[in-house]
């Protein structure tokens, strides 16, 4: 009897404890979300043990304790608020019987959690943007921006931890920045953070979680498919320009998004539509507010309440690309990423911002003309609206000018849009604008030249149109203007969003 007893004691002394990990996300060096939210810290542990959890700096420490659960085989522990900065040391020990285990996490710093995902535009490195070897240069002048590369990674049902992770929580170095084309780390993810550190001087947490060539639908979840009118997904052949990514509905949601639910987080910022310029395209003012809303509910209840219900979305709208057999799909797609009004945040898309890129293109680009280099000024763009919406500092101007009322003085063949903010003309355009002629109740197109303008105002030329003027037009082609040389901008440089108005739905159409 003792004999056949003792392999089972030997058992549980090897067992005991095996099963203690954090969950694959949170490592050394990381940053956890500070305060005013709570940061969570979850793992695995042998179902019915207790863990105690010790954050501590120099000599202060501060203890928690959690239960294994019996189903789930995972802990959590939601700390206080905790304010920026660091280091910290994080010390698990879990109980079970007399058996005691430990692991621990070194270099923790407090400060702001921000994920970065989408497609291409989002996955291109710092390697092959402009300047590359002097951003790779000073990434070590930012050693309190942490980044985090997840795996691409896809799964047919929501994953709870990550399957796989390409860059584990790192102090940013030339090497583990500028790792080969399209791979990690994001080039847009990282100068975002760069400029976002340089305004608040305290930690950045970057996790890059991004794919070339997928849809949102592969990002989105079943539910928010479901708001859309979408179940299931017809795959089609990817066309060879993109690089192209899963396609089939919420895989990638499930895989390398959903893991993340349980952390603390500050905000997303989200670069993606290339894609769906081939799918699905007047379903994105659907589909992009419903991925928004479904992420920030999910964060939410995932996090137990600790991430903000809210939070922060920023995304680039789309640059530009040379495919002709597109036709106005670009521009379609610009105006669904802001749920139709043009500018956000907008009734459909509160707490939003947008980094205006049309004119960012890069017609030599190696990577194709839909990769443009220039991600410097997208980044700075982008913390522009991040600072006004996420940070609260309302003064600052984000967007570009948006007109507020288009006069038609038909006597006369003009047309004068009148815009709330200052603006700057960069060149007397001749086809940025165009007019719908109306004809037999649909638009037939035609350009029209800028003739004169003002500070508030510009004065346009308004071709011939022989039942009457129904609409404009503005920057809505694939391509509207040549590098930072778009016809209208503001005093801080950037430009107007493109817009299309009719007048038969607008009442700031005055006809004189
Ligand atoms: C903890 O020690 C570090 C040096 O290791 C020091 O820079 C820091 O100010 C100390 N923090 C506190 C809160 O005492
Ligand atoms: C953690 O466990 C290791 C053995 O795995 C042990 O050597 C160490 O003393 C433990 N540390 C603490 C702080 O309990
Ligand atoms: C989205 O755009 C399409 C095409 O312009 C339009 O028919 C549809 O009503 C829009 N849907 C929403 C929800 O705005
Ligand atoms: C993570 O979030 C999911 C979805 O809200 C929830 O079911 C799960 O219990 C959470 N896990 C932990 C460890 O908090
Ligand atoms: C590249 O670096 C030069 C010199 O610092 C600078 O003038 C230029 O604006 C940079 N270009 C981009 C796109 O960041
Ligand atoms: C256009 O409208 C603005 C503001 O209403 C006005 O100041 C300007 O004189 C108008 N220009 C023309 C040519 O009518
Ligand atoms: C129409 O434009 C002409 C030329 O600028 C101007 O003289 C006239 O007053 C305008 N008409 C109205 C009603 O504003």
Redesign the pocket.
């Known amino acids: 009897m003792m004999e056949a007893s003792l392999p089972l004691v030997l058992l549980l002394a090897c067992t005991a404890g095996a099963k203690l990990r954090f969950a694959s996300y949170y490592g050394d060096h990381m940053v956890l979300q500070k305060e005013p939210y709570r940061a969570i810290i979850w793992g695995f542990g042998d179902p019915g043990s207790k863990v105690m959890l010790t954050l501590s700096q120099n000599h202060s420490v501060v203890t928690k304790m959690a239960q294994v659960d019996e189903s789930s085989e995972t802990w959590k522990v939601i700390l206080d608020p905790v304010a920026q900065g660091g280091p910290y040391t994080i010390e698990v020990h879990q109980y079970i019987k007399e058996e005691v285990s430990n692991m621990t996490l070194e270099d923790i710093y407090f400060g702001d959690v921000w994920i970065c995902s989408g497609q291409s535009n989002m996955e291109m490195t710092v390697s092959q943007i402009f300047n590359a070897s002097k951003e790779l240069e000073e990434a070590s002048k930012y050693p309190l921006l942490r980044i985090f590369s997840t795996a691409l990674i896809q799964s047919h049902v929501e994953l709870q931890d990550l399957g796989g992770i390409n860059l584990q929580w790192s102090i940013p170095t030339a090497r583990n920045l500028g790792h080969g084309d399209f791979s990690y780390f994001s080039a847009v993810c990282w100068l975002f953070g760069q400029y976002l550190f340089e305004k608040l001087k305290y930690p950045i947490g970057l996790i890059d979680t991004s794919w070339g060539g997928t849809p949102i639908e592969a990002w989105s979840s079943k539910r928010a498919l479901h708001e859309c009118g979408l179940s299931e997904y017809i795959e089609r052949n990817p066309p060879s320009y993109l690089d192209a990514g899963p396609r089939e509905v919420s895989v990638l949601w499930n895989a390398m998004v959903h893991p993340f639910v349980n952390m603390t987080i500050q905000g997303v910022i989200w670069y993606q539509g290339e894609a769906n310029t081939l799918m699905n395209t007047?379903?994105y003012?659907?589909t992009f507010p419903a991925l928004i809303e479904d992420w920030r509910k999910a964060f939410h209840e995932g996090s137990d309440g600790q991430t903000n219900r809210d939070f922060p979305f920023g995304f680039v709208q789309l640059c530009t690309d040379r495919q002709v057999e597109l036709n106005d799909k670009f521009p379609?797609i610009r105006w669904?990423q802001t749920?139709?009004y043009g500018y956000v945040p907008n009734k459909r898309m509160s707490n939003t911002f947008m980094a205006v890129t049309i004119d960012l293109g890069d017609d030599e680009s190696p990577y194709g003309s839909i990769h443009p280099r220039d991600k410097r000024t997208v980044a700075y763009r982008l913390h522009l609206g991040a600072l006004a919406i996420a940070y609260g500092e309302k003064s600052i101007t984000f967007q570009g000018p948006y007109p507020q009322k288009v006069q038609v003085n038909e006597t006369h063949r003009l047309l004068n849009i009148t815009f709330e903010e200052h603006i700057q003309l960069r060149h007397m355009d001749s086809k940025a604008f165009e007019v719908c002629c109306t004809d037999q109740g649909t638009c037939n197109w035609k350009p029209a030249a800028i003739v004169s303008f003002s500070s508030h105002s510009v004065t346009l030329q308004n071709p011939t149109c022989t039942d009457g003027i129904g609409g404009l037009r503005y920057a809505w082609s694939e391509w509207p203007c040549e590098y930072q040389l778009c016809p209208i901008y503001n005093l801080q440089a950037l430009p107007a969003p493109p817009f299309i108005t009719f007048s038969h739905s607008n009442p700031a159409w005055i006809r004189l």
């Open positions: 007047d379903l003012n659907c379609r669904h749920a139709d």
